[in-house]
């Protein structure tokens, strides 16, 4: 079959010039498949695990459909609508527009919790062209009559089942009663559980269904090994495999919050550089935090789940599940922030015994076995004490309970 090019699948020559600015030259299959689709004016469903090029599925064809329908948004209102889960993502999104669309001159904004509403409030006092918006945000502003949706002709929910973990599907309807009626609907998911096949069916019309892999499926050119090792054993051996120079640009992932200071505090006193990303973080902080990632000025992220699919950084070397995640889908999340861009990547996780039923559910998903290293590191990686191991038990058992709902 002949490999298809951006030029291909009728985009026009503004966006083809910020592609090429970008070295991006052939589309990924969600991409090549749902473009000419959107372009066409269907209501799209896609399906697709993380790190397929989702994003620039939906915003080419969008950013194309908005300058062939040129016009000066009102004021406060929206001519497309982007709904993201969480803040990362939605920052994201809304760069990748920037990106796309420099040629175009339109108005961007994106509102978000976590920080100070007004400067949110100022930029829509004129109207944009394109919205990303996180659920709860949103619904705040239109209350407040501060954004007005009665103008929005294409609507994008992205990430639908996180929006369902994450407790915003009812949001989500609400913003979605409040639409006209006549215009253009995408949702994309990387699965598609019940909740989230309902929610299509009330917002999409005759859509077509753009089902690109299979939702357990891995990433293939992902490395993926275990440790089995004892809890109180771990931040030792993270420490005693960070060591090692290949480990370039690293997300160790926890399941808490908590767990996330923890971890982050640890490595600091072992000498190493890391940030943490998590849902108690101001918005400030994370975005801080996310940009000397993205840079190279910190090597380490130490994350919680809702990270998981709001980065989007080149090169990230290695994914250290630290703990294993008590949702098995969220292992695909995490593990697809690296071996992105058709690069390889490395995942390793640490098994403690009382995770090895997490363990069997995720190999139940992705349909294999994770390849066993054992309680030993690979050469040159030797296990470190933990130096701070002297404080009472208590304080390394709290903030077991999942605490990343609704940190969006």
């Given at each position: 079959?002949?490999?298809?090019?951006?030029?291909?699948?009728?985009?026009?020559?503004?966006?083809?010039?910020?592609?090429?600015?970008?070295?991006?030259?052939?589309?990924?299959?969600?991409?090549?498949?749902?473009?000419?689709?959107?372009?066409?004016?269907?209501?799209?469903?896609?399906?697709?695990?993380?790190?397929?090029?989702?994003?620039?599925?939906?915003?080419?064809?969008?950013?194309?459909?908005?300058?062939?329908?040129?016009?000066?948004?009102?004021?406060?209102?929206?001519?497309?609508?982007?709904?993201?889960?969480?803040?990362?993502?939605?920052?994201?999104?809304?760069?990748?527009?920037?990106?796309?669309?420099?040629?175009?001159?339109?108005?961007?904004?994106?509102?978000?919790?976590?920080?100070?509403?007004?400067?949110?409030?100022?930029?829509?006092?004129g109207g944009v062209d394109v919205l990303v918006a996180t659920p709860g945000r949103l619904l705040d502003l239109c209350q407040q009559k501060?954004?007005?949706?009665?103008?929005?002709?294409?609507?994008v929910v992205d990430e639908a089942d996180r929006m369902l973990d994450m407790g915003f599907i009812r949001d989500v309807r609400r913003i979605?009663?409040?639409?006209?009626?006549?215009?253009?609907?995408?949702?994309?998911?990387?699965?598609?559980?019940?909740?989230?096949?309902?929610?299509?069916?009330?917002?999409?019309?005759?859509?077509?269904?753009?089902?690109?892999?299979?939702?357990?499926?891995?990433?293939?050119?992902?490395?993926?090994?275990?440790?089995?090792?004892?809890?109180?054993?771990?931040?030792?051996?993270?420490?005693?495999?960070?060591?090692?120079?290949?480990?370039?640009?690293?997300?160790?992932?926890?399941?808490?919050?908590?767990?996330?200071?923890?971890?982050?505090?640890?490595?600091?006193?072992?000498?190493?550089?890391?940030?943490?990303?998590?849902?108690?973080?101001?918005?400030?902080?994370?975005?801080?935090?996310?940009?000397?990632?993205?840079?190279?000025?910190?090597?380490?992220?130490?994350?919680?789940?809702?990270?998981?699919?709001?980065?989007?950084?080149?090169?990230?070397?290695?994914?250290?599940?630290?703990?294993?995640?008590?949702?098995?889908?969220?292992?695909?999340?995490?593990?697809?922030?690296?071996?992105?861009?058709?690069?390889?990547?490395?995942?390793?996780?640490?098994?403690?015994?009382?995770?090895?039923?997490?363990?069997?559910?995720?190999?139940?998903?992705?349909?294999?076995?994770?390849?066993?290293?054992?309680?030993?590191?690979?050469?040159?990686?030797?296990?470190?004490?933990?130096?701070?191991?002297?404080?009472p038990k208590r304080n390394f058992h709290r903030g077991r309970r999942n605490g990343n709902r609704r940190a969006a």
């Amino acid at each position: 079959m002949t490999e298809s090019s951006f030029s291909t699948l009728g985009l026009a020559e503004p966006l083809l010039r910020a592609l090429a600015s970008e070295n991006y030259t052939v589309p990924t299959p969600i991409q090549a498949r749902t473009v000419p689709l959107i372009l066409a004016g269907k209501d799209v469903l896609g399906i697709a695990q993380t790190g397929t090029g989702k994003t620039a599925a939906f915003a080419l064809p969008l950013l194309q459909k908005l300058a062939e329908n040129r016009k000066q948004p009102a004021p406060q209102s929206v001519r497309a609508l982007i709904l993201a889960p969480t803040r990362e993502l939605a920052i994201q999104i809304h760069q990748s527009l920037k990106t796309y669309g420099k040629h175009y001159g339109f108005k961007f904004a994106v509102v978000l919790g976590g920080v100070s509403q007004h400067s949110q409030a100022a930029a829509m006092r004129g109207g944009v062209d394109v919205l990303v918006a996180t659920p709860g945000r949103l619904l705040d502003l239109c209350q407040q009559k501060l954004i007005r949706l009665d103008a929005v002709s294409v609507l994008v929910v992205d990430e639908a089942d996180r929006m369902l973990d994450m407790g915003f599907i009812r949001d989500v309807r609400r913003i979605v009663g409040a639409l006209p009626r006549a215009r253009q609907s995408l949702l994309f998911s990387a699965t598609m559980p019940e909740d989230v096949a309902r929610l299509a069916h009330e917002i999409l019309k005759e859509p077509v269904r753009v089902d690109i892999s299979p939702p357990t499926r891995t990433a293939d050119r992902i490395e993926q090994k275990v440790y089995h090792v004892a809890a109180q054993e771990k931040r030792g051996l993270l420490a005693g495999l960070l060591r090692d120079p290949a480990m370039r640009r690293v997300i160790v992932f926890t399941r808490t919050k908590h767990g996330a200071n923890k971890v982050q505090e640890h490595l600091e006193r072992n000498g190493f550089v890391a940030e943490a990303i998590h849902g108690n973080k101001s918005q400030n902080a994370r975005v801080r935090a996310m940009e000397k990632f993205r840079s190279g000025d910190v090597r380490i992220l130490v994350a919680t789940d809702i990270a998981a699919r709001g980065i989007d950084v080149d090169g990230i070397s290695h994914v250290v599940n630290f703990e294993l995640p008590n949702e098995p889908e969220s292992y695909i999340h995490r593990i697809g922030r690296t071996a992105r861009a058709g690069a390889e990547g490395i995942a390793i996780s640490f098994c403690a015994p009382e995770e090895r039923a997490f363990l069997r559910d995720i190999e139940k998903l992705v349909k294999r076995q994770l390849a066993v290293i054992g309680a030993e590191p690979p050469p040159g990686a030797k296990v470190e004490p933990i130096r701070d191991y002297a404080r009472p038990k208590r304080n390394f058992h709290r903030g077991r309970r999942n605490g990343n709902r609704r940190a969006a």
